[in-house]
């Protein structure tokens, strides 16, 4: 099991992979969120080209919300070729979100990950503090 202390860590689980995730807000939980899935698929070398993309995401409630962000990042990695390293991200509304990301061309270096799923997912916010249990599809 690896770890990574600053703001996720990767949980054991039999079949998938799972991690818990943590910011001081949803915007940073969602941040987080998608630094932890480009980290655990490993980035390669960044000398490929720069690309940027505006994300936009709306959904139901924050459950939702956190699993499509995470799936609409894999989706635009998969389908572009790149990977994504910096997550320039503003809350729209209770469940919305609209981001400018960045990263570079490439292929994730050690597995990848196929998407978030809403097995076992869990958002809490309290206290300051923000913490997600999430499961994904490998």
């Not at 320039?88 to 609209?98: C, N, Q, R, T």
Request: aromatic fraction near 10%.
């Amino acid at each position: 099991m690896s770890a990574n202390p600053c703001f996720f860590r990767e949980l054991d689980h039999t079949a998938d992979l799972a991690i818990e995730v943590w910011g001081e807000d949803f915007a940073t939980l969602l941040v987080h969120a998608a630094e932890a899935v480009f980290a655990l698929q490993g980035l390669p070398d960044a000398g490929g080209e720069r690309t940027q993309h505006d994300v936009h995401v709306q959904a139901a409630d924050r459950e939702t919300l956190l699993v499509d962000w995470l799936n609409e990042l894999l989706f635009l990695s998969e389908t572009l070729g790149e990977v994504y390293t910096t997550f320039d991200l503003a809350l729209v509304g209770e469940f919305a979100v609209s981001a400018t990301v960045g990263g570079y061309k490439g292929h994730p270096t050690k597995r990848r990950i196929k998407a978030a799923t809403f097995h076992d997912l869990r958002i809490a916010c309290e206290s300051g503090r923000c913490v997600a249990r999430v499961v994904f599809d490998v």
